[in-house]
């Protein structure tokens, strides 16, 4: 089993930043796919952004050249530097990983971190 905890979401004002965290323990491979996925009230979640264990990166087109991934491998921590925040980007921010452990393929999710961009 693996948990992920998120941390770092807030109330922020448009134009402001935030970094969101993301904590990993448990049967962790050394190889996986990780990520940020959002939820808004009554939105489908959508993605944000993924990086895999090698530095391949996938982000989504509403959060390019503003929100980074990054991840340190040796703590099994990811991050989400997020800066130029809209309002559109109010939403519960979700900390995802995938691997191909023990012969099986699995995925987990994390419980949220809100964040809230109002002025």
């Known amino acids: 089993q693996v948990q992920l905890v998120e941390s770092g979401g807030g109330l922020v004002q448009p134009g402001g930043s935030l970094r969101l965290s993301c904590a990993a323990s448990?049967?962790?491979?050394?190889?996986?796919?990780m990520g940020w996925y959002r939820q808004a009230p009554g939105k489908q979640r959508e993605l944000v952004a993924t990086m895999n264990t090698v530095t391949s990166v996938n982000y989504g087109d509403s959060v390019k050249g503003r929100f980074t991934i990054s991840r340190d491998n040796a703590k099994n921590t990811l991050f989400l530097q997020m800066s130029s925040l809209k309002l559109e980007d109010t939403a519960v921010y979700y900390c995802?990983?995938?691997?191909?452990?023990?012969?099986?393929?699995?995925?987990?999710w994390g419980q949220g971190t809100q964040v809230t961009v109002s002025s």
């Open positions: 448990g049967s962790i491979f050394s190889h996986n796919l």
């Open positions: 995802y990983l995938k691997q191909f452990r023990l012969g099986k393929l699995t995925e987990y």
